[in-house]
């Protein structure tokens, strides 16, 4: 969601479902548009989806109807505090891990957020690497501790920590293969088409072009062997 319009793309995407086997999305609610844009673009770098609202009655009504792994969210918001957010989703129910910004150091309020029922919380100003840290830690522990870890031959793949092994090997993963390869490894033994892999790893204003999948698809073989995908002519991708 990097050009175009901050608001395009989770209005748009609103009304999409999500099935538990895709990569993990994470709501952004967030008013300052540098830190939005900075935090939004770190943990897409780092393998989440991520639906940033830019205020307080957006990002409320995004929590409230559609369903995330995580969400980070400002405590300092217009329309609606990030403080009546929270209180409202867990009156509702909506009990999916928080981590709550603030930029106010006051400890009263960090008790007041973990008391209206923040999972964690981070003080401004903070580094990308340390939320990103946390959530991962709050995903996992939200899915019941150890994270889903799938298998294939050598190949390891920790769902929540988006860390790939080949035996005892870490492979380091740019996020684009992560969900790729996620997504193929969720689905091994079954022909994945190109088409269905585009629908469901690029977010809508990212180039959606076959190339681009042929081109991730070639990295990820030259990072774990050329047989660990194979391209079925006319169809599409399978992890066997
Ligand atoms: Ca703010």
């Not at 960090?110 to 995903?139: Q, T």
């Not at 190339?211 to 062997?225: A, S």
Request: charged share 30%; glycine share 10%; net charge positive.
């Amino acid at each position: 969601m990097s050009g175009g319009n901050w608001w395009h793309g989770p209005v748009s995407r609103i009304r999409r479902r999500r099935a538990s086997e895709e990569p993990i999305r994470i709501l952004l609610v967030e008013d300052d548009i540098q830190i939005g844009r900075w935090l939004e673009q770190s943990l897409t770098e780092a393998g989440f989806t991520v639906d940033r609202a830019a205020d307080g009655d957006m990002g409320w009504y995004m929590g409230d109807t559609e369903v995330y792994d995580a969400v980070v969210l400002d405590l300092g918001l217009p329309k609606l505090s990030g403080m009546e957010i929270l209180k409202r989703w867990r009156a509702a129910g909506r009990n999916m891990p928080v981590m709550v910004l603030t930029a106010r150091q006051r400890w009263t309020e960090r008790v007041e957020g973990l008391n209206a029922g923040a999972d964690d919380y981070m003080g401004k100003p903070f580094h990308a690497a340390e939320v990103i840290a946390r959530l991962r830690a709050l995903i996992r522990r939200a899915s019941g501790g150890g994270g889903q870890i799938l298998r294939r031959g050598d190949l390891a793949l920790d769902v929540a920590s988006g860390e790939a092994r080949m035996g005892e090997q870490p492979v380091p993963l740019t996020a684009q293969e992560l969900k790729v390869l996620t997504y193929l490894m969720q689905r091994a033994g079954r022909i994945v088409p190109q088409t269905e892999i585009i629908d469901h790893v690029y977010s809508l204003d990212q180039a959606r072009d076959s190339n681009t999948i042929e081109v991730c698809i070639g990295r990820l073989r030259k990072k774990l062997g050329r047989d660990t995908i194979r391209t079925i002519r006319g169809l599409g991708y399978r992890i066997d």
